[in-house]
């Protein structure tokens, strides 16, 4: 079985003995199972180590020492931002990757560079890989001075969405800091993407409080919200509470089932109409010596944190790591039928459960009906 793939759209299934159709170039999947390019619809570009030497890191008790933890480490670092995503990005491609939302820190300590590193390298795989910027604030809104004119300048100057961080627990100021970035956003005419650390009650307040927001500003669709450990640890009447809130305003969550922090309860969440998707977070960073900037992998993962055994389970698991992040981030859908666009991997997996079980590395990686990559090497 093939696939011909003619102007970056899939023109026709063709068997063993099925001629190949004018102007379109036939793509073998050698007994392989075809399935639609991962999307990472959560990564930390700009601090990764990815190509580069060992880093050792040090141990953090809270949130605030792991982000001085990364300052300190950054700082040190001689390879550029752009050298560094580049790497990264590079290597998701060659998983499969055919788009992914990099969270990008803007501060006074590093100013704009972090976001023209992440540019340059989305730049560089153009055509490749699909990027959207979000303008992150690492290291506080309203308690870092200067942050939120840097926001509004990075937003000027490549990033497409604006990110905010724990309200409470960073900034002390739920409603000051959600105005803030719920007003540039207006202004901008930009999403949002903001990251929820804070736990219990305080996280709720907070989730329920961006809910409210988008849905009184109309913004359902372009708001998310990542990681949301406290809708993770809720009791099950609060969560339902929560995700009926959060259906009705249109936002969408991310989750990323790293280490040892909570994970969405996916199948539940999609059940009560709650958009999910999933990211890989940090990867080989200052945070974490882990991860592998393959989208499959994190398939793999969340299946398994989240104890997944059937095949509608297992399979619920692929999507939130593909299809899930491509809607999540606005692009065409691809169910692999005639006319949809031609991004998709092969892999030597029989059936999708057994691929997210397995992890096997693509085969081959087609993107926009080209063949960019196969055995975890870059041909494009």
């Known amino acids: 079985m093939s696939l011909a793939v003619a102007e970056g759209r899939i023109a026709q299934w063709l068997d063993a003995s099925a001629p190949v159709p004018p102007e379109a170039d036939a793509i073998e999947c050698n007994g392989g199972l075809a399935v639609p390019a991962p999307v990472d619809a959560h990564i ?39 050298d560094r995503a580049t790497a990264l990005m590079r290597h998701a491609v060659t998983q499969g990757t055919r788009a992914m939302r990099a969270h990008v820190d803007v501060a006074p300590v590093y100013g ?7 540019v340059e ?3 560089r795989l153009s055509g490749l890989l699909d990027v959207q910027i979000v303008a992150f604030p690492q290291l506080g809104l309203l308690s870092e001075p200067g942050t939120l004119d840097l926001l509004d ?10 990110g905010g961080l724990d309200p409470i627990g960073i900034d002390g100021d739920l409603e000051g ?6 007003d540039l956003a207006e202004r901008r005419g930009c999403g949002i993407d903001a990251h929820l650390h804070d736990d219990g ?9 961006i809910a409210e927001r988008t849905r009184a500003l109309g913004m359902q669709g372009r708001v998310t919200v990542s990681h949301a450990f406290a809708l993770a640890t809720a009791t099950p009447d609060r969560r339902a509470v929560a995700a009926d809130r959060l259906a009705e305003s249109g936002v969408a969550l991310t989750t990323c089932a790293l280490g040892g922090d909570p994970v969405l309860p996916v199948g539940e969440l999609r059940r009560a109409g709650v958009s999910v998707a ?8 200052a945070w974490t010596p882990f991860g592998t900037g393959s989208m499959i992998d994190r398939a793999h993962l969340l299946a398994y944190r989240l104890d997944a055994a059937t095949d509608d389970e297992l399979s619920d698991c692929y999507s939130v790591c593909s299809e899930a992040g491509a809607d999540l981030m606005g692009l065409a859908s691809t169910q692999l039928e005639v006319g949809d666009h031609a991004d998709f991997v092969i892999v030597q997996s029989p059936t999708i459960p057994e691929l997210v079980v397995d992890h096997p590395q693509p085969s081959l990686v087609v993107r926009g009906g080209r063949l960019v990559a196969a055995e975890g090497e870059s041909l494009a």
């Open 44 to 82: 930390h570009p700009d601090k990764t180590t990815w190509g580069q030497p060992w880093l050792s890191r040090r141990p953090a008790a809270d949130l605030r020492a792991l982000i001085a933890n990364d300052v300190g480490a950054q700082q040190g670092f001689t390879a550029s931002v752009a």
């Open 112 to 118: 704009l560079r972090n976001l023209h590193g992440v």
């Open 121 to 123: 390298a989305a730049r």
């Open 153 to 162: 300048a990075a937003l000027a100057e490549g990033a497409s969405i604006v």
């Open 177 to 182: 800091h959600l105005s803030a970035v719920f």
């Open 201 to 209: 009650e305080p996280g709720l307040s907070e989730l329920l409080a």
């Open 278 to 285: 999933a990211g890989s977070d940090g990867v080989r960073d």
